[in-house]
């Protein structure tokens, strides 16, 4: 299955989103249990700061994209075969 890139920008904004809303979730229940300053913790939101970060970018750069990709079989040599 592929996607064009405005469908992968849009996977990539949902995602983000909802790696922001569990590392919200996560730190609230971490402030209400007293292992906010917990390594465990701290190392597992740094990595959810990652993927929210790599994900966003992705959405933003996926966003402003050209869609010249709509049907992945152009330019891809198969219009050679017809001729055959």
Do not use: H
Not at 57 to 81: L, V
Request: overall charge negative.
């Amino acid at each position: 299955m592929n996607l064009n890139k405005k469908s992968s920008a849009r996977l990539y904004a949902v995602t983000a989103v909802a790696c922001a809303a569990w590392l919200v979730q996560s730190l609230m229940e971490a402030n209400a249990d007293g292992s906010l300053t917990n390594w465990a913790t701290i190392v597992f939101s740094l990595c959810l700061l990652v993927v929210i970060g790599w994900t966003s970018y992705n959405a933003i750069t996926g966003w402003n994209a050209k869609d010249d990709d709509e049907d992945g079989d152009e330019g891809s040599g198969n219009a050679g075969n017809a001729k055959k």
